[in-house]
């Protein structure tokens, strides 16, 4: 009798952690993203010198996911160093990686591409196509690619001109997944307070002024949106900003991007959560729910290194079709996993 008791508290117990989980999901990680295809999540985020790639039908079990070092870089190219925010898309049943690199100075950061023919992408093999840049060519990070009436558009953050000094948001059309059509429009710049942490130059972090960076689209009943972070990342200020679309159909018309006055989603004190930015969208395995992913830090005054790890939660929607992402949870809230 006892054995059989013994049996059925593990059982229980088993049955309960596979349902429920706590943040964070690995003990390291910035820049999450996943993609969800065929049943899985394909999930990925900076390691800095390499593009890895994990399996899961559970992202809150991405610990003990299956995981592919997808490419190593050639040394001493333009793309060598510093890869960063990488991710990965299915587009006509082909797969593409999309990552910010450079050559070991920061100046020269781009955005390149590389594409796998096969539709699964632990199969085949990814193929770099090399850079992949609006007309100015400028400096450029944190690409997020979607597809909007049949046409693909990137946003990205960038230079308005080659100097280190404040980041924003462009956004451009694309002929194709490996190319984009024609110049870039900017469509957002940091002007807020809670934008504008960080401007003090240091001995160890780069000099700032002002950051917009991380856009990801978002799409819900016909609105659209674009959530951003700001302010410095190196700060416990980093937070996430919303842009939504008022125009027509044209996304290039920049005055058709209106910025909420207030972020959206900020470090909570009172969670122990700190910095929380630079984050992406996914929806439960249903389909019904929908959760943000993103990086944060469990103390202040962590900045913007290694001790960033990866956390999801569930998000709302209010009655006039906007997200509410509500606060960051702390590491002791026990919550349900996606809805299967």
Not at 23 to 47: E, F, H, V
Request: hydrophobic residues 35%.
């Amino acid at each position: 009798m006892k054995k059989y008791l013994i049996l059925f508290l593990f059982t229980a117990i088993s049955f309960a952690q596979q349902k429920t989980f706590t943040n964070p999901i690995l003990p390291s990680g910035a820049d999450p993203y996943s993609t969800y295809y065929k049943g899985y999540y394909y999930y990925t985020n900076t390691l800095g010198n390499k593009l890895v790639l994990w399996k899961t039908k559970d992202l809150s079990d991405i610990k003990n996911a299956e995981s592919k070092v997808i490419w190593t870089p050639p040394k001493n190219t333009n793309y060598s160093a510093e890869i960063w925010a990488p991710e990965f898309h299915i587009i006509n049943g082909k797969w593409y990686c999309y990552f910010a690199a450079d050559n070991g100075d920061n100046n020269n950061h781009r955005m390149y591409v590389l594409e796998n023919k096969s539709s699964d992408p632990f199969k085949g093999k990814f193929e770099f196509k090399g850079k992949i840049a609006a007309k100015t060519d400028k400096w450029a990070i944190d690409g997020n690619v979607f597809e909007h009436k049949k046409q693909l558009y990137m946003i990205w953050a960038g230079w308005e001109g080659d100097t280190n000094g404040q980041q924003n948001i462009y956004i451009a059309k694309m002929k194709n997944p490996l190319q984009i059509d024609g110049d870039r429009i900017m469509i957002s710049s940091p002007t807020n307070d809670w934008e504008t942490h960080g401007a003090l130059h240091d001995d160890v972090n780069p000099p700032q002024v002002n950051v917009n960076e991380g856009p990801q689209f978002l799409e819900k009943n016909g609105k659209i949106f674009i959530v951003f972070s700001a302010s410095g990342c190196w700060t416990d200020f980093y937070a996430l900003g919303l842009l939504t679309f008022n125009g027509s159909d044209n996304l290039l018309d920049a005055s058709g991007w209106k910025k909420s006055q207030e972020p959206i989603f900020k470090q909570s004190d009172k969670n122990k959560v700190y910095a929380p930015g630079h984050n992406s969208f996914f929806k439960s395995p249903d389909g019904k729910e929908d959760w943000i992913l993103y990086h944060a830090n469990s103390n202040p005054g962590e900045g913007c290194g290694n001790k960033r790890s990866p956390r999801m939660q569930k998000i709302d929607w209010d009655s006039n079709g906007f997200p509410v992402l509500g606060e960051p949870v702390s590491e002791e809230t026990i919550l349900a996993i996606p809805s299967k």
